[in-house]
C-alpha cells in the first residue's frame, strides 16, 4: 500500500515537471541546433591564414561549440606558409582539413581541379539550410571567384578587398590649392606638389606589387593577360603595361618614402595613419582606420575616395577571400554548420557592431541602417563606396579575371620582379617587361599550361 502511494505520488510529481518543462520549452524554445546538439564529439578542422576576421571570430566560436557540440581547431599561419601547405593538401588529395579558406589567387586552380566540395549540394536542401541564409545575400562581386563556368558555388566570402584611396593631408592640400586626385595625371600632380611639405611624402604603398600595379596596366588600357580567362597567354611587355610600370614606378621612386618597396601593409596603413604620407590606395580595411580608429592622428583632415581613373579604364581592384570545404573532406555536414555560422547575418553584423569590422559580404548587412550610422564618417559614406568598388567586377566585364586564373600566381610572382627592376633603377620598363614576357611564358609552359 505504502508502495503504491509513493508511486502515485511520484508519478504526479513527474507528470508536473514535464508539464512544466513543456510550458517553459513553448515560452523560451531553443534553437534547435542546440536542442539536439548534432555534431557532439566531433572535432572540426580548418585552416586559413592569420586575419583579423578569425581573430575576432575565435571570441564567438565557444557560442558556436555550445550550440552543436563540436570542437573547432583552427589553424592560422602566415599568408605565404597557409598558400603552400593548403595546395599541397588539396592537390595531394588529402583530408586533414574540414574547411579551408579559399585563397582568392588559388581559387580558379582549385575548382577548376576538384578539389573543393560543391557547397550548392547544402544551400539546396532545407534540411541543412534555413531560406533566411538567403545565399544571394552576398554581393556578386565578391562571389565570382568561387564558381565554376557552370555556375556551381565552392566558396563563400567572408572578406570583401575593394581598393580605395586615402587621403590623409587635406589640409595641406587646401592650402595649396589642390583638389582631390580623380585621374592617373592629377594624382601624379597632387603628389609632385605636395611631397616634402611638413616632412610629408605624397605617396605610400607596399611590397604586394601584383595587386597595386595591375589597376595602372588596366587604367592605361592594357591587362596581365591577352584576354583571361579565355585566353591566358601573358600581355606584360604591351605598350599599355610598359607605360603602367613607368607610371607607377615614377610615384614611388620619386615620392614614397625610402624603402617603400619592401614595406609591409602594416607599415604603409601606419604612415598613413600618422599622417607621414598623404596618399594610400589599397583595400578599404586597410584605408578606413584613417577615419575610424583610435590610432589615427588624422582623423579631422582625411578623406576616403575612390582611386584615381586611368585614361582609357576606371577598374580599381576588388577580391574576396572564402571559405570552403576540400573535397575529401572528412566531416562535410559539420564543416558546412560551420561555414554557415561563420559568415551568417547575425555573426556578420555582430562583427560590425562590436569590432567595427566592416568588410564583411553580406548586402544586407552593409545596406542596414545600422552599418550606415557605423560606417558615416564626416560626411563621408564608407559603405556605400565599398559596396560600389566590391560590385563593380560583376558588372560588365568582369576585369578582375586576370586574378582569378589558375596561372595567375605564377605570372604574379614575375610582375613583382620586373616591377623592382625598374623601380630600383636596375633596368628600364622596356627592357624588364620584355624579359618578364618571356620569362612568364617560360615558367606557364614549364607548369605544363598550353598557350
Not at 575593394?162 to 587635406?170: C, E, K, T
Not at 577598374?315 to 576540400?326: E, K, M, R, V, Y
Not at 553584423?349 to 544586407?364: Q, T, W
Request: with cysteine; glycine share 8%; hydrophobic share 40%.
Amino acid at each position: 500500500m505504502t508502495h503504491n502511494n509513493s508511486s502515485r505520488r511520484l508519478s504526479r510529481r513527474s507528470l508536473l515537471q514535464a508539464g512544466a518543462a513543456t510550458l517553459g520549452a513553448a515560452a523560451f524554445p531553443m534553437p534547435a541546433i542546440a536542442q539536439a546538439k548534432p555534431f557532439a564529439g566531433v572535432t572540426l578542422r580548418g585552416a586559413s591564414f592569420q586575419h583579423r576576421f578569425f581573430t575576432l571570430l575565435q571570441n564567438y566560436i565557444p557560442e558556436f561549440e555550445a550550440q552543436t557540440g563540436m570542437k573547432v581547431d583552427l589553424q592560422l599561419s602566415a599568408f605565404p606558409v597557409y598558400n603552400q601547405q593548403a595546395n599541397l593538401e588539396l592537390s595531394s588529395g588529402g583530408s586533414a582539413f574540414d574547411f579551408v579558406n579559399v585563397t582568392f589567387i588559388l581559387a580558379a586552380r582549385w575548382v577548376a581541379a576538384g578539389l573543393l566540395a560543391n557547397l550548392d549540394e547544402f544551400t539546396s536542401d532545407p534540411n541543412l539550410t534555413p531560406a533566411e541564409w538567403n545565399p544571394k545575400d552576398f554581393v556578386e562581386g565578391a562571389q565570382v571567384p568561387y564558381r565554376d563556368a557552370k555556375g556551381a558555388t565552392y566558396g563563400y566570402s567572408w572578406e570583401g578587398g575593394a581598393m580605395v584611396m586615402g587621403l590623409s593631408r587635406m589640409d595641406l592640400m587646401e592650402k595649396k590649392g589642390l583638389k582631390i586626385p580623380k585621374t592617373f595625371a592629377e594624382l601624379q600632380q597632387v603628389c609632385a606638389e605636395l611631397n616634402g611639405t611638413d616632412n610629408v611624402n605624397g605617396i605610400v604603398s607596399f611590397q604586394l606589387h601584383h595587386w597595386c600595379l595591375p589597376p595602372y596596366i588596366q587604367g592605361f588600357g592594357g591587362n596581365i593577360f591577352r584576354n583571361p580567362p579565355a585566353d591566358i597567354m601573358p600581355a606584360l611587355n604591351s605598350p599599355q603595361a610598359v607605360q603602367a610600370v613607368e607610371f607607377y614606378s615614377n610615384l614611388l621612386k620619386n615620392y614614397a618614402p625610402k624603402g617603400v618597396l619592401t614595406y609591409t601593409e602594416d607599415q604603409a596603413r601606419q604612415a598613413l595613419l600618422t599622417g607621414r604620407s598623404n596618399i594610400f590606395i589599397h583595400s578599404s580595411a586597410w584605408i578606413t582606420p584613417i577615419l575610424m580608429s583610435s590610432e589615427s592622428k588624422v582623423k579631422e583632415t582625411s578623406r576616403v575616395v575612390r582611386m584615381p581613373a586611368g585614361p582609357v579604364n576606371d577598374f580599381p581592384a576588388a577580391n574576396s577571400q572564402g571559405l570552403g570545404i576540400p573535397k575529401n573532406a572528412r566531416n562535410k555536414k559539420a564543416a558546412w554548420e560551420f561555414i554557415k555560422w561563420a559568415v551568417s547575418p547575425e555573426i556578420s553584423m555582430r562583427l560590425v557592431k562590436e569590432h567595427g569590422h566592416s568588410s564583411v559580404c553580406r548586402r544586407s548587412v552593409i545596406e542596414s541602417e545600422e552599418y550606415r550610422r557605423l560606417n558615416t564618417v564626416n560626411g563621408q559614406d564608407l559603405g556605400a563606396l565599398y559596396l560600389e568598388v566590391l560590385g563593380l567586377p560583376a558588372k560588365g566585364q568582369n576585369y578582375m579575371a586576370y586574378r582569378t586564373v589558375k596561372e595567375f600566381p605564377i605570372v604574379g610572382d614575375v610582375l613583382n620582379k620586373a616591377f623592382e627592376q625598374v623601380a630600383t633603377g636596375q633596368l628600364a620598363a622596356g627592357p624588364a617587361m620584355n624579359a618578364a614576357q618571356e620569362q612568364a611564358i617560360a615558367n606557364l609552359r614549364r607548369a605544363g599550361t598550353t598557350l
